[in-house]
T-cell receptor, first 111, second 116 residues
Framework: KQEVTQIPAALSVPEGENLVLNCSFT??????LQWFRQDPGKGLTSLLL?????REQTSGRLNASLDKSSGRSTLYIAASQPGDSATYLC??????????FGGGTRVLVKP | DAGITQSPRYKITETGRQVTLMCHQT?????MFWYRQDLGHGLRLIYY???????DKGEVPDGYVVSRSKTENFPLTLESATRSQTSVYFC???????????????FGPGTRLTVL
């Protein structure tokens, strides 16, 4: 059974610092990995989708890397801002088009 | 409005009552999903549907029923609500490209359900 882990569960950084969020998964037989952002009391917003054949995907200040063989993905957020404060979730897609989610990392960016 | 919507956004009900949560998407996506989000368990898949009239169980299907008579709607019914079904419920949808597994899932705003 696929298990997805995100460590740390919470992270606090000063504004301007780069954020590094980690995601690990136990079964490397994935089709892709998706990073989401969730604000308190809100739904999930898709940030990046990285296919199993890709090593990296970028969107603005966000960059996600994927090392399928080692079961790891990292989301980098450059020059963090208070508006980046949210919970970040990673999810892997395997057979059946089903997503398995990690527990999330709660990020606080202090002004 | 374009996108994926859920109703109601908040619901309080009593143990034993039947509750239906609605999900509607305007993209004509083939796939639709229901998840629940709980502290300590994260997001877990309840049911999903690959197309109209095709549904399948996810990780935690017990106590839930789904149907999909139209592509755009995917209601979730709790036939006899229990306190353990108190949760936030998210609906999601995903398109089906020629490489079927490659597409993003897009989420609705969620329904916060409390069972007393």
């Amino acid at each position: 059974k696929q298990e997805v882990t995100q460590i740390p569960a919470a992270l606090s950084v000063p504004e301007g610092e780069n954020l590094v969020l980690n995601c690990s998964f136990t079964d490397s037989a994935i089709y892709n990995l998706q990073w989401f952002r969730q604000d308190p009391g809100k739904g999930l917003t898709s940030l990046l989708l990285i296919q199993s054949s890709q090593r990296e995907q970028t969107s603005g200040r966000l960059n996600a890397s994927l090392d399928k063989s080692s079961g790891r993905s990292t989301l980098y957020i450059a020059a963090s801002q208070p508006g980046d404060s949210a919970t970040y979730l990673c999810a892997v897609r395997a057979a059946g088009n089903k997503l398995t989610f990690g527990g999330g990392t709660r990020v606080l960016v202090k002004p | 409005d374009a996108g994926i919507t859920q109703s109601p956004r908040y619901k309080i009900t009593e143990t034993g009552r039947q509750v239906t949560l609605m999900c509607h998407q305007t993209w004509s996506h083939s796939y639709m999903f229901w998840y629940r989000q709980d502290l300590g368990h994260g997001l877990r898949l309840i049911y999903y549907s690959a197309a109209a009239d095709i549904t399948d169980k996810g990780e935690v299907p017990d106590g839930y029923v789904v149907s999909r008579s139209k592509t755009e709607n995917f209601p979730l019914t709790l036939e006899s609500a229990t306190r353990s079904q108190t949760s936030v419920y998210f609906c999601a949808s995903s398109d089906m490209a020629y490489l079927v597994w490659y597409n993003e899932q897009f989420f609705g705003p969620g329904t916060r359900l409390t069972v007393l």
